[in-house]
């Protein structure tokens, strides 16, 4: 019996192996996780076939050694052993039930793997844990919606899940990132929402976390609540306990002379009268603190135990108001979180409505009880509470009203990943913010692009880019093949992630000396990557500034090894193994097993007699297909370092690994260069090469990167985009592309219908 292995990154693409190999009536014997992904055994069905035979053929004859022992005993005279028929009809028994066994395991498995494809994978589990925790149906379809492929199709995790939904729910919800900037900033912070939502209390718990810090001299306290029996008296109870000035005010007495009269005061905390959301009275309310002759920050609280239905109309209704005004509504404090069943309504309205939540309140204790937001474990407990509840069902028909308002959030929903995915950009990619201003110069006209291109290069050169640690990406000294323009130069952060700052090569000192000079004094490189290993004056003055540099090398060029000549390709039997590396390549998973060897180097027309050759390091690398092992080809480079050692083995090998995971950069540039030729029109020459390749560069970085964020990224792009989830550079650069060009339909629509 021949059972065969195969090995991928999910159980749809081993499958796809098996029957391309084994056929569509192929036994599955066993499928598991393993590190590279999963592993299946199966059988191929004549092997099945010859299983049953066996196990329904006749119990077989004594074979010619049995006859013998018969013999031998009679000669001996004593009497012969049976033959082994038992043993016979044993076999056949067990052949048959384990083809029965065999069969019934690929009846299992074959359920087991066409459940998740019935189910939907993953995504049903995780949509009704979004449910179950309160969230609504427009919420989690959109965070669905961006489910990466490597967790739709693969065998993930409940922790791995786990975390990326939570990553998916803190990107939306906006959180206060610093106390002290808020409280320090001061101002007058009105706290407004419905009757009893606890406004009173948090104003004195808001006062005493700034007494704590500044003390009391700084801070008053105003109530307007005049209609609510004991509410002044309450809200001076806690100011004398504080020690902080109060003030009392009517309802409907205008607020000016007073804050005139504070202006002293760093920071002043306004308790208005509760209103109900249909209360006709609220407009007048929200116009009275807009009209107060100083900017008034609207705080609005949430009770989180109120239901979904009623907070959402609530916060449109305050929102709505605050705009007639004149003024926004931003901010939220949610109280009363210690008597929720549920936190996922009152979470799923502020990220929707795009509410900061600056504070949670869960008790009376003044002030232990008011706790500033944290998003992540403010969502691991909203989502710990998931069960069915029996007040919400989600299968109800929808009528025009329900669609239309889906519709809508739909759209509200798409303009939030787009935010999301910009904010991730630029948190991440190393230069996205520079590339962002670049693309905005698009808009201007051609003769005015390449001034301000240049003045904001100039600018922002040393905004991000840490100058102290750059690797140097290098251009050949020829055009890309298919253009008329030299490779920019790129640099690397110490970790090997490009950077979205390029330089232009007419824009370089002209000579390869002056340019090793220039980056020296400016850019502060560290290490030098190159198209091809250095000619004499470039190797001197490389030695001179001790940069060590990686070259990619052809197998016919010839370096001196033991006193003779001979090409890399007669020398790679020679070398020593190094290591084997993961990585991807031109949008693939390859593995690169790596050897190197001493050797020495001669300039191109320097004879054997003339000096000693240049000692530099060869290295052979051979690809192979990350999932068959298949081997892909050879690789040959030469490096050199100032202080030869185990050390510097490392590091040359990892810029071999760099250099090759960049080599598709100058297509993926000219790809780039032709699409924005149809994206933005005309385009002056600069402008247009620096885009290309900071582009290139960008979605190089996103699409080798195998960190959280680039998995999340990568998804809500395709979403974005509305095309296939495929994974590779190119499909990134397109869906970067979308990215800028939905960026700016946002901003011109933004622009031409703000309220």
Same mark, same amino acid.
């Given at each position: 019996?021949?059972?065969?292995?195969?090995?991928?990154?999910?159980?749809?693409?081993?499958?796809?192996?098996?029957?391309?190999?084994?056929?569509?009536?192929?036994?599955?014997?066993?499928?598991?996780?393993?590190?590279?992904?999963?592993?299946?055994?199966?059988?191929?069905?004549?092997?099945?076939?010859?299983?049953?035979?066996?196990?329904?053929?006749?119990?077989?004859?004594?074979?010619?050694?049995?006859?013998?022992?018969?013999?031998?005993a009679a000669q001996a005279g004593r009497p012969a052993a049976p033959p082994p028929a038992a043993a016979d009809l044993d076999f056949a028994a067990l052949g048959q039930r384990l083809l029965g066994e065999m069969q019934d395991m690929r009846a299992l498995l074959d359920r087991r793997m066409q459940a998740p494809a019935a189910s939907g994978g993953c995504r049903g589990p995780l949509r009704q844990r979004l449910l179950g925790a309160g969230f609504g149906p427009c919420l989690s379809d959109e965070i669905l919606a961006g489910l990466p492929a490597e967790l739709a199709s693969g065998p993930a995790s409940a922790p791995v899940l786990q975390a990326w939904l939570e990553r998916q729910l803190e990107a939306r919800l906006p959180v206060l990132k610093d106390e002290a900037g808020l409280l320090d900033e001061g101002g007058v912070i009105a706290l407004v929402g419905p009757t009893g939502v606890g406004k009173t209390t948090t104003a004195a718990k808001l006062a005493a976390r700034y007494v704590m810090r500044h003390g009391p001299g700084q801070v008053a306290l105003i109530s307007t609540d005049s209609f609510r029996i004991g509410a002044h008296e309450q809200l001076r109870i806690y100011a004398r306990l504080l020690d902080v000035e109060v003030h009392t005010l009517a309802a409907v007495a205008p607020l000016e002379p007073l804050l005139a009269g504070l202006a002293g005061k760093r920071l002043v905390i306004i308790d208005t009268v509760g209103m109900s959301q249909r209360d006709r009275r609220l407009?007048?309310?929200?116009?009275?603190?807009?009209?107060?002759?100083?900017?008034?920050?609207?705080?609005?609280?949430?009770?989180?135990?109120?239901?979904?239905?009623?907070?959402?109309?609530?916060?449109?209704?305050?929102?709505?108001?605050?705009?007639?005004?004149?003024?926004?509504?931003?901010?939220?404090?949610?109280?009363?979180?210690?008597?929720?069943?549920?936190?996922?309504?009152?979470?799923?309205?502020?990220?929707?409505?795009?509410?900061?939540?600056?504070?949670?309140?869960?008790?009376?204790?003044?002030?232990?009880?008011?706790?500033?937001?944290?998003?992540?474990?403010?969502?691991?407990?909203?989502?710990?509470?998931?069960?069915?509840?029996?007040?919400?069902?989600?299968?109800?028909?929808? *009528?025009?009203?329900? !669609? #239309? &308002?889906?519709?809508?959030?739909? @759209?509200?929903? =798409?303009?939030?990943? %787009?935010? +999301? $995915?910009?904010?991730?950009?630029?948190?991440?990619?190393?230069?996205?913010?520079?590339?962002?201003?670049?693309?905005?110069?698009?808009?201007?006209?051609?003769?005015?692009?390449?001034?301000?291109?240049?003045?904001?290069?100039?600018?922002?050169?040393?905004?991000?880019?840490?100058?102290?640690?750059?690797?140097?990406?290098?251009?050949?000294?020829?055009?890309?093949?298919?253009?008329?323009?030299?490779?920019?130069?790129?640099?690397?952060?110490?970790?090997?992630?490009?950077?979205?700052?390029?330089?232009?090569?007419?824009?370089?000192?002209? *000579?390869?000396?002056? !340019? #090793? &000079?220039?980056?020296?004094?400016? @850019?502060?490189? =560290?290490?030098?990557? %190159?198209? +091809? $290993?250095?000619?004499?004056?470039?190797?001197?003055?490389?030695?001179?500034l001790r940069s060590p540099w990686i070259g990619a090398a052809r197998s016919g060029n010839r370096v001196e090894f033991q006193a003779e000549r001979h090409s890399l390709a007669r020398l790679a039997a020679v070398a020593e193994p190094h290591d084997s590396l993961p990585l991807r390549h031109r949008g693939r998973p390859l593995w690169l097993e790596l050897r190197h060897l001493p050797v020495g180097l001669r300039a191109a027309g320097e004879r054997a007699g003339d000096a000693l050759p240049w000692p530099v390091e060869a290295w052979f690398g051979t690809l192979r297909d990350g999932d068959s092992g298949q081997s892909l080809g050879q690789r040959h480079w030469l490096a050199w370092s100032p202080e030869p050692g185990r050390r510097a083995l490392a590091e040359q090998a990892d810029g071999v690994r760099l250099l090759l995971a960049c080599d598709d950069l100058p297509a993926l540039t000219l790809r780039a260069w032709r699409a924005l030729g149809e994206v933005q029109g005309a385009l002056q020459t600069e402008l247009r090469l620096f885009l290309a390749t900071a582009l290139a560069a960008g979605a190089s970085r996103l699409d080798r990167s195998a960190e959280d964020w680039a998995m999340d990224l990568r998804a809500r792009l395709a979403g974005l985009g509305g095309g296939r989830r495929l994974r590779g550079p190119a499909q990134q650069l397109d869906a970067l592309l979308h990215l800028l060009a939905a960026g700016d339909a946002f901003r011109q629509l933004g622009g031409e219908f703000e309220p």
């Open positions: 019996m021949s059972v065969r292995r195969f090995v991928a990154a999910s159980s749809r693409e081993a499958m796809r192996q098996v029957r391309a190999l084994l056929g569509e009536d192929a036994l599955i014997l066993s499928s598991r996780p393993v590190a590279e992904g999963v592993e299946i055994l199966a059988l191929a069905e004549e092997e099945q076939q010859a299983v049953q035979a066996a196990a329904a053929a006749p119990a077989r004859p004594a074979a010619p050694a049995d006859y013998r022992q018969a013999a031998t407009l007048t309310q929200i116009n009275q603190l807009g009209a107060a002759g100083r900017p008034v920050r609207l705080m609005l609280l949430l009770n989180a135990a109120c239901h979904g239905d009623t907070l959402e109309e609530v916060v449109g209704t305050y929102q709505r108001a605050a705009l007639a005004a004149g003024t926004r509504l931003r901010d939220c404090i949610v109280s009363k979180c210690d008597e929720a069943a549920r936190l996922g309504p009152v979470l799923d309205i502020l990220m929707r409505h795009g509410l900061r939540l600056n504070y949670l309140s869960n008790g009376q204790q003044v002030p232990e009880d008011l706790q500033v937001a944290e998003a992540r474990p403010l969502l691991q407990q909203a989502l710990a509470v998931s069960q069915p509840s029996p007040f919400v069902s989600d299968g109800e028909a929808e *009528g025009a009203g329900r !669609r #239309l &308002d889906s519709w809508a959030r739909g @759209l509200f929903g =798409r303009g939030r990943s %787009l935010a +999301a $995915a910009f904010e991730t950009l630029r948190r991440e990619l190393d230069g996205f913010a520079l590339l962002e201003r670049a693309w905005r110069l698009a808009a201007l006209p051609a003769g005015v692009q390449g001034e301000r291109l240049a003045r904001l290069l100039e600018a922002g050169d040393g905004e991000s880019v840490d100058a102290g640690a750059r690797q140097l990406l290098w251009g050949g000294g020829k055009p890309v093949p298919g253009a008329t323009w030299n490779m920019p130069l790129l640099s690397l952060d110490p970790e090997g992630r490009l950077q979205l700052r390029p330089w232009l090569a007419h824009r370089l000192p002209s *000579g390869h000396e002056q !340019r #090793l &000079d220039w980056a020296f004094e400016q @850019l502060k490189a =560290r290490r030098h990557l %190159l198209p +091809a $290993a250095p000619e004499s004056g470039l190797l001197q003055a490389l030695a001179r």
